[in-house]
């Protein structure tokens, strides 16, 4: 069967549209804050949105139908088209030179990434700073589930869009039209993110400052406005402890969310992988605490002990960089691979577990892991019971062969890329620490790494090759692997 391509083309446009909206809004920032670079954020808006203008009038004539095939090239292409027209504010207003810098800041933001290549962040203008925070925010839930919810005016159905698109093997919907579901969707995130800013501003910080780090949070993004992450306001706990809870609410699964919306806890307490998410979290907090009370050489100035002491203190820049990482948000209060090497080896394995599935977190995802874990203790019953038909059961349910084997896939797809990553950016010159490090945050959208990529450096001292490559594991992360590569399979572009 012949690839629709006008509805590729099509919907390229639409997303183009939707970007370019985006930035009016970096623009009026820009405008309010009069940071000099209003007229060049305004001018890649006109430019992202005549381009997606253009190519929705000359495929306004096409098959309405999308199918599978076409979902998958959507999915990759259009987060590539919003990324190479994302690029735009930067370039057009100098504020990040060269190409190559200013799309792997593009993509950071659009995989909720949160590397960055920017030395002084807080030397950037206001409508630059609030652009980089909206291509999270863009990306955090996915502008294709945003497209989703405006395909019924093309007259266009989405299922094959949501089902490329959306984070983690849950197939969980809410409503049986996919787009009530979209829409639904991005309500929660909607509201989590006035909820947030409102409190942030609350709790003392600036009302830019406080949109800027909702939109970071909601996404599990982790761009800041300052140089220091959230270690700036490490003397307002309150701050700190305010973003850990909406970290903790972005890293779970939204449908969850709305189940709570809706009356229905019971859920909520009974779900599996809430259960072990929230376990893992405050296992990892209280150990993390307990070491760098006890053990951590950390200078008193990074925890600035307030009134309940040091020991509130280490609990608390522990709980935060736990759930920071947990969720891949990436935001850091200090630089915790200083925290003693037991620490550096446990923050590394918390990069490859991941949010859960259905939130805007990156990683394996948990429900990955109990699964996999499950099916390989259910191995040795199937040992000794080489005739008995044991599945794997999740939330009492049981689960279809077919989805555990295309999870075991995905774990060994994604510890191979994770090899393949960290031998490219060895061969660039990259030592050991910094290398399998720049991988494991690239391809888990977490941002803050090890070694040279440190949680107080950043990204610009890769080569240009690395940061390309970088780039390339944050998108197979953030499309979750299997949406990109099987493109590059010969057997995908035959005619069926």
Same mark, same amino acid.
């Given at each position: 069967?012949?690839l629709?391509?006008k509805? =590729? ?6 997303l183009? #549209?939707c970007n ?5 809004l970096?623009?009026i920032?820009?405008?309010?804050y ?6 060049e954020i ?12 253009l190519s929705?009038f ?6 309405? *139908? ?8 959507i999915?990759t292409?259009g987060?590539?088209?919003? %990324?190479i027209?994302?690029?735009l504010?930067y370039l057009?207003s100098e ?5 190559t ?5 593009t993509?950071?933001g659009?995989?909720?990434t949160g590397a960055?290549?920017?030395d002084d962040i807080e ?9 980089r %925070?909206?291509t999270?925010w ?8 945003l ?7 093309l007259g266009i159905g ?12 849950? +197939?969980d919907? /809410?409503h049986?039209?996919?787009?009530d579901?979209a829409?639904?969707?991005w309500?929660i995130?909607?509201s989590?993110?006035v909820?947030?800013? =409102? ?5 003392g ?11 970071a ?5 982790g761009f800041s406005?300052k140089?220091?992450?959230?270690a700036y306001?490490?003397d307002?706990?309150?701050v700190?402890?305010i973003v850990? #809870?909406?970290?903790? #609410?972005?890293? %779970?699964?939204?449908?969850?969310s709305?189940?709570?919306?809706k009356?229905?806890?019971q ?6 992988e ?8 405050v @296992?990892?907090a ?5 070491v760098i009370?006890l053990?951590?050489?950390?200078p008193?100035?990074?925890?600035h ?5 040091e020991? *509130?203190?280490a609990?608390r ?10 969720t891949?948000?990436?935001?850091v209060?200090?630089d915790?691979?200083a925290?003693?090497p037991? /620490? ?6 918390l990069?490859?577990i991941g ?11 948990v429900?990955?892991h109990? #699964?996999i874990?499950?099916?390989g203790?259910?191995e040795?019953k199937?040992? /000794?019971h080489?005739n008995?038909?044991i599945p794997?059961?999740?939330?009492n ?10 999870i ?8 191979l ?11 660039l +010159?990259?030592d050991?620490i910094?290398?399998i ?10 941002g803050?790494?090890f070694?040279e990529l440190?949680?107080v ?5 890769l080569?240009a090759f690395g940061k390309w490559? @970088? ?7 953030r ?7 099987i ?7 035959k005619r069926s």
């Open positions: 069967m012949a629709n391509s509805i =590729i083309f099509h919907l390229m446009g639409l183009l #549209l370019g909206g985006f930035m009016v970096a623009a920032v820009s405008g309010i009069e940071d000099g670079v209003t007229i305004a001018l890649a808006a006109i430019v992202t949105m005549l381009v997606g203008t929705m000359y495929t306004r004539e096409h098959d309405k *139908e999308v199918k599978r095939r076409e979902g998958y090239i999915v292409f987060w590539l088209v919003m %990324s027209s994302g690029m504010p057009f504020s990040i030179p060269g190409v810098n200013a799309f792997f800041e993509i950071s659009y995989t909720t960055s290549i920017v030397a950037l203008p206001e409508g630059i700073l609030f652009w %925070s909206l999270h863009i990306g955090g839930m996915g502008i294709i589930v497209a989703i919810a405006i395909l019924p005016l989405g299922m094959q869009l949501f089902a490329a698109e959306a984070p983690g093997p849950s +197939g919907k /809410l049986p039209r996919i787009t579901t829409k639904r969707l309500l995130y909607f989590y993110t909820a947030e800013t =409102i409190l942030l501003k609350l709790a910080m600036s009302f830019f400052d406080a949109i800027n780090h909702s939109l949070t909601l996404s599990t993004g406005t140089n220091a992450s959230m306001w490490n307002q706990p309150l700190q402890y850990i #809870l909406f970290m903790f #609410l972005a890293g %779970s699964n939204f449908v969850l709305y189940y709570a919306f009356g229905k806890v859920k909520v307490i009974m779900d599996e809430f259960k072990v998410y929230s376990i893992l979290v @296992c990892f209280l150990l993390s605490a307990l009370y053990k951590a050489n950390v008193v100035s990074d925890f002990p307030m009134v309940f002491g020991a *509130e203190s609990f820049h522990a709980l935060f960089q736990v759930v920071s990482v947990i891949t948000t990436g935001f209060t200090a915790f691979t925290w003693t037991f /620490l550096t080896i446990l923050f590394f394995i990069m490859f949010g859960s599935a259905g939130s805007t977190s990156g990683g394996i995802k429900m990955r109990v #699964l874990i499950k099916n203790l259910l040795f199937r040992t /000794l080489t008995a038909i794997v059961r999740y939330n349910k049981t689960v279809q062969q077919h989805i555990v084997y295309n075991i896939a995905f774990f060994v797809l994604y510890m890329l994770f090899i393949i990553g960290s031998l490219v950016l060895g061969a +010159g990259l050991f910094s290398a490090g720049g991988a494991a945050s690239s391809l888990g959208n977490v803050p790494a070694g440190n949680p450096s950043n990204y610009n001292s080569p490559w @970088c780039g390339i594991l944050m998108l197979l992360g499309l979750e692997l299997f949406t990109v590569l493109l590059i399979t010969p057997y995908f572009w």
